[in-house]
Nanobody
Framework: QVQLVESGGGLVQAGGSLRLSCAASGPTFSNYAMGWFRQAPGKEREFVAAINWSGGTTYYADSVKGRFTISRDNPENTVYLQMNSLKPEDTAVYYC???????????????WGQGTQVSVSS
């Protein structure tokens, strides 16, 4: 069982930056690929970024490529999402998720955090 807790959300102006963190409990964090997803009001949950167990492979949605960076610190059981050049359309609740094996589809992830709100003003 993996428990995930996100933090770092908030309100920022367009063009600003935020860094989200996702702290995982459990002794086998390094066995899991991690993903970040987001859900805006009235929209489906969508893929943002994912990273494999070692950090050596990453995937990004086209909408965030070049602006967001996913990374992980296995000894600290934490995954990060550095978000730069934020846009109003990035406003959403951001969730981290875990599964064994890299994937970009929300339904393939087994464990989810409670989410953290990111709001970008124009």
């Amino acid at each position: 069982q993996v428990q995930l807790v996100e933090s770092g959300g908030g309100l920022v102006q367009a063009g600003g930056s935020l860094r989200l963190s996702c702290a995982a409990s459990g002794p086998t964090f390094s066995n899991y690929a991690m993903g970040w997803f987001r859900q805006a009001p009235g929209k489906e949950r969508e893929f943002v970024a994912a990273i494999n167990w070692s950090g050596g492979t990453t995937y990004y949605a086209d909408s965030v490529k070049g602006r967001f960076t996913i990374s992980r610190d296995n000894p600290e059981n934490t995954v990060y999402l550095q978000m730069n050049s934020l846009k109003p359309e990035d406003t959403a609740v951001y969730y981290c998720a875990a599964r064994k094996g890299l994937a970009t589809t929300p339904g393939r992830y087994d464990y989810w955090g409670q989410g953290t709100q990111v709001s970008v003003s124009s």
